[in-house]
């Protein structure tokens, strides 16, 4: 590149009828063409690039203190919910083994990033759980509650998605809510077994995939004839006059809204922690980053400083010698 602009100008040189106007007109252009303020360039693009990281570090820093005043208040009513579900698995089970016919997969997700990879968990196990429920005379769905959960499965699973529910935890989380919420999940599909795919909270670091699954009415009578002990009412009294399925039905319809209920505080709470984690991580990650901008930034300025005391040197000579 610089021997072709050197032929250049040597041919305009050539072909100019006066050559002291081609030696003018030649140094004018790389006057012009030559970056101004070329010194200052590098140092004033590390001086942005470390604004940005800090405003970054501050965003991260309030993301994490947020996360974590919302994480305590969310812990105790995770903690508190846990005993919604027991009762119910001590008399009908949780059997996630049961070979039925229709299979709902309920995947629990966020609506929001950011929290490291809990959504991406779910997803993975929800997708292995499809391929060993499916088969050739079995019918497996996807019911799907939150954004990010959805943005994921909508790509090559598309048609097995029969509900898809966000926006969930726009509001504070209660028992109201959630019932409705399997209200309509069971009015919109047809199950044997329903399996809920959530993350459990474990710390502030750890969480646990996990996996609850809750059966029909009809599946629970015909695992308990099959000779276990799955339904088996007859050690209780029922009061009311309703029949064994009625009971079962109804059982089987609040065990599934005080397992959701308790899967979607789990996961809340999970990802608040995982937001928390990453959102500390970002920081210190920006942290280094401005350490070593400013370091790059301290080394341009003291070279550039350098480089025109040499000239000014330089220049000073030149006048006295």
Not at 2 to 7: D, E, P
Not at 70 to 87: C, D
Not at 118 to 138: F, H, Q, R, W
Not at 248 to 263: D, K
Request: hydrophobic content about 40%; some cysteine; proline content about 3%.
């Amino acid at each position: 590149m610089a021997m072709a602009a050197l032929r250049r100008e040597g041919k305009r040189f050539l072909l100019s009828p006066n050559p002291a106007i081609a030696v003018r007109s030649a140094v004018l252009s790389d006057e012009l063409t030559a970056p101004l303020g070329t010194r200052s360039i590098s140092t004033q693009v590390v001086r942005n690039r470390m604004k940005s990281v800090k405003n970054i570090q501050k965003i991260t820093k309030a993301m994490k203190m947020v996360a974590a005043s919302k994480l305590r208040a969310v812990q105790v009513r995770t903690e508190n919910s846990r005993g919604l579900w027991q009762p119910f698995t001590a008399l009908l089970g949780d059997t996630p083994s049961v070979d039925v016919k229709k299979n709902v997969i309920v995947t629990i997700s966020s609506d929001k990033g950011l929290c490291g990879g809990i959504n991406s968990t779910s997803v993975k196990v929800s997708k292995a759980l499809y391929k060993l429920t499916a088969g050739p005379e079995k019918e497996t769905q996807y019911v799907i509650l939150g954004e990010k959960g959805k943005v994921q499965l909508i790509r090559d699973s598309k048609a097995s998605i029969a509900l898809t529910i966000t926006e969930i935890q726009k509001n504070p989380l209660n028992y109201t809510q959630v019932s409705v919420l399997a209200d309509d999940i069971l009015k919109n599909v047809e199950f044997d077994a329903l399996r809920i795919v959530y993350n459990k909270f474990h710390s502030v670091v750890s969480f646990i995939p996990t996996i609850s699954t809750i059966l029909s009415p009809e599946a629970v009578e015909k695992e308990s004839e099959a000779g276990g002990k799955l339904g088996d009412l007859d050690l209780y009294e029922v009061e009311g006059g309703e029949t064994k399925s009625e009971v079962l039905q109804n059982l089987a319809e609040f065990q599934f809204s005080c397992v959701l209920f308790n899967a979607v505080l789990e996961n809340a709470c999970s990802e608040l922690g995982a937001r928390m984690s990453a959102m500390d991580s970002s920081s210190r990650n920006a942290g280094d980053m401005l350490d070593r901008l400013t370091l790059t930034y301290n080394r341009t300025r003291q070279a550039s400083i350098t480089t025109e005391l040499i000239e000014i040197i330089s220049g000073a000579s030149a006048l006295t010698g």
